[in-house]
């Protein structure tokens, strides 16, 4: 087994079909079909299911896959760091965020890495916590945002700050009668309709969390994994949020939202900055790991965002 031949495994793999990994690597079929055998052999299994169709993976071809990715991952990560023992940092870095946080960040982490590390290739990503956790185990993400931290998880990662969590309506009337003073005690919010992540997203889980230690039950009437939606939901009328300021951030999907702080309880979070335990950071990662950070303590030391650095 070598390197080229699990590059050329994994093409066949996310593509389907060995003529599609073909037309993708420029290699020729044959030569992509002897590798595929080679690799058969020599684990004693079968890799993949072959129909007019096309390939699908069989249960030890996923299993391939997941190591694959890794080694190749590691591979790639081995020639980037020792390229970057020169002067200016060299390679690819995948960097992951949650979508609470991509408005205040994406744009100027990829300003500054272009300015800073002009040799390095950066790919910014969105989803949710908890997919960015597992994209770390996986390979496929280098450094990622999490909330809250993990531990025991293979991961190593470190509190940066915490956040606060905001009621938001569409204007100042749809919080009369619920805030004062700019505060809203969170047992006022049992009349309102909200409109809220799914049960698997770690919000909504900590608001209903919060919820019951208040003593109320909160009437979520639309559930959508999508903050942009949830936003333009509130717009309309639909009901109610509660998110943090760095997810209520002004956009160019519309006007800001009337919000008011949510008390009795105070609803926070953790931000952390992770990565993988068992794979150390290349000297690109570090240094885009490095300007994230530093673009997070600037906005969290502005007071807008009401997060407290750590």
Same mark, same amino acid.
């Given at each position: 087994?070598?390197?080229?031949?699990?590059?050329?495994?994994?093409?066949?793999?996310?593509?389907?079909?060995? $003529?599609? &990994?073909?037309? &993708?690597?420029?290699?020729?079929?044959?030569?992509?079909?002897?590798?595929?055998?080679? $690799?058969?052999?020599?684990?004693?299994?079968? *890799?993949?299911?072959?129909?007019?169709?096309?390939?699908?993976?069989?249960?030890?071809?996923?299993? $391939?896959?997941?190591?694959?990715?890794?080694?190749?991952?590691?591979?790639?990560?081995?020639?980037?760091?020792?390229?970057?023992?020169?002067?200016?940092?060299? !390679?690819?870095?995948?960097?992951?965020?949650?979508?609470?946080?991509?408005?205040?960040?994406?744009?100027?982490?990829?300003?500054?890495?272009?300015?800073?590390?002009?040799?390095?290739?950066?790919?910014?990503?969105?989803?949710?916590? !908890?997919?960015?956790?597992?994209?770390?185990?996986?390979?496929?993400?280098?450094?990622?945002?999490?909330?809250?931290?993990?531990?025991?998880?293979?991961?190593?990662?470190?509190?940066?700050?915490?956040?606060?969590?905001?009621?938001?309506?569409?204007?100042? &009337?749809?919080?009369?009668?619920?805030?004062?003073?700019?505060?809203?005690?969170?047992?006022?919010?049992?009349?309102?309709?909200?409109?809220?992540?799914?049960?698997?997203?770690? *919000?909504?889980? $900590?608001?209903?969390?919060?919820?019951?230690?208040?003593?109320?039950?909160?009437?979520?009437?639309?559930?959508?994994?999508?903050?942009?939606?949830?936003?333009?939901?509130?717009?309309? !009328?639909?009901?109610?949020?509660?998110?943090?300021?760095?997810?209520?951030?002004?956009?160019?999907?519309?006007?800001?939202?009337?919000?008011?702080?949510?008390?009795?309880?105070?609803?926070?979070?953790?931000?952390?900055?992770?990565?993988?335990?068992?794979?150390?950071?290349?000297?690109? &990662?570090?240094?885009?790991?490095?300007?994230?950070?530093?673009?997070?303590?600037?906005?969290?030391?502005?007071?807008?965002?009401?997060?407290?650095?750590?």
């Amino acid at each position: 087994m070598d390197l080229r031949q699990l590059r050329y495994f994994l093409a066949v793999a996310e593509h389907g079909s060995i $003529l599609k &990994a073909s037309q &993708a690597l420029r290699v020729a079929q044959p030569s992509i079909s002897t590798h595929l055998r080679n $690799l058969e052999e020599e684990f004693g299994v079968v *890799l993949f299911e072959r129909s007019a169709r096309g390939v699908v993976a069989t249960s030890e071809g996923q299993e $391939l896959i997941r190591h694959a990715r890794l080694i190749l991952k590691s591979a790639d990560d081995a020639r980037e760091s020792l390229r970057s023992r020169s002067d200016s940092p060299v !390679g690819r870095v995948t960097f992951a965020i949650p979508t609470s946080l991509v408005t205040i960040l994406a744009v100027p982490l990829i300003e500054r890495t272009q300015v800073e590390l002009p040799n390095v290739t950066l790919r910014v990503v969105e989803s949710m916590s !908890g997919y960015i956790a597992q994209w770390l185990l996986e390979g496929q993400v280098d450094v990622g945002l999490l909330y809250g931290a993990q531990p025991n998880s293979g991961i190593d990662s470190t509190k940066l700050l915490t956040e606060e969590l905001y009621l938001a309506g569409r204007d100042e &009337a749809s919080l009369a009668g619920i805030a004062e003073s700019g505060d809203a005690p969170f047992h006022r919010l049992e009349p309102l309709k909200f409109v809220l992540p799914g049960r698997e997203h770690g *919000l909504r889980s $900590l608001v209903e969390q919060s919820a019951r230690r208040a003593g109320i039950s909160l009437n979520v009437t639309i559930e959508i994994d999508a903050f942009s939606q949830i936003k333009r939901l509130v717009r309309r !009328g639909a009901g109610h949020t509660i998110l943090s300021l760095a997810a209520l951030e002004s956009d160019e999907s519309g006007a800001a939202l009337s919000v008011a702080r949510i008390v009795e309880p105070v609803v926070e979070r953790s931000v952390h900055i992770a990565h993988a335990s068992n794979r150390p950071l290349t000297r690109a &990662a570090r240094e885009v790991e490095r300007i994230a950070v530093g673009i997070l303590r600037e906005q969290a030391g502005s007071g807008w965002w009401r997060a407290k650095l750590w």
